[in-house]
């Protein structure tokens, strides 16, 4: 059965900084695309980052790019978010998900971790 | 474009067949068949019900289907049931190696 569990989630007051991570299993990791996806309250779905199967290529929202990074440890199955210059807008639940490659919509997503960025 | 257009809320009778848009542009629903559909329940995850425009997941109800023509897709759920009340969002890759979701429709089901 395909697994993906976040944590990390917390509150964080503006300008800090949190990593998320996602514990993946049931299935072959490094054979698949890992993204995350973010839902602030009452809202839709973001997508925020992608990271192909191997690692070696990531793909970011402009609304982060160049304050999130995201990465991913193949012996520990593991996918990271460092989220740093935190803002009250993102504040959110953050989704692990994964998806056959990096330009294909997710198919098994987590649980969520929840975010919130306030003073 | 911040997301692809779908109807805020619809709503069908038990039994119903409803239709939900999900609109974009050449470069993104318009160009590629990857199309995905999702389904999410008041706190919970997504879940997948429909890939690549009309393609099923195994143990997904055969009552989900779904279409594309243009820079719209379809999602067509028949034979409404109340375990259908949920919200649903549809998601394309977009030119430029990014993916973008649909702003979600609310399922009511009378």
């Known amino acids: 059965e395909v697994q993906l569990v976040e944590s990390g989630g917390g509150l964080v007051q503006p300008g800090g900084s949190l990593r998320l991570s996602c514990a993946a299993s049931g299935f072959t990791f490094g054979s698949y695309a890992m993204m995350w996806v973010r839902q602030a309250p009452g809202e839709g779905l973001k997508w925020v980052s992608s990271?192909?199967?191997?690692?070696?290529?990531?793909y970011y929202a402009d609304s982060v790019r160049g304050r999130f990074f995201i990465s991913r440890d193949g012996s520990k199955n593991t996918l990271s978010l460092q989220m740093n210059s935190l803002r009250a807008e993102d504040t959110a639940i953050y989704y692990c998900?994964?998806?056959?490659?990096?330009?294909?919509?997710?198919?098994?997503w987590g649980r969520g971790t929840r975010v919130t960025v306030s003073s | 474009q911040s997301a692809l257009t779908q109807p805020a809320s619809v709503s069908g009778s038990p039994g119903q067949s409803i239709t939900i848009s999900c609109t974009g542009t050449s470069s993104d629903v318009g160009n590629y068949n990857l199309v995905s559909w999702y389904q999410q329940r008041p706190g919970k995850a997504p879940k997948l019900i429909i890939y690549?425009?009309?393609n099923r997941p195994s143990g997904v109800s055969d009552r989900f289907s779904g279409s594309k023509s243009g820079n719209t897709a379809s999602l067509t759920i028949s034979g409404l049931q109340a375990e259908d009340e949920a919200d649903y969002y549809c998601c394309s890759y977009v030119t430029g190696r990014t993916l973008l979701f649909g702003g979600g429709t609310k399922l009511t089901v009378l």
């Open positions: 690549e425009v009309s």
């Open positions: 990271i192909s199967d191997g690692g070696a290529s990531s």
């Open positions: 998900a994964r998806a056959m490659s990096y330009f294909r919509p997710p198919d098994y």
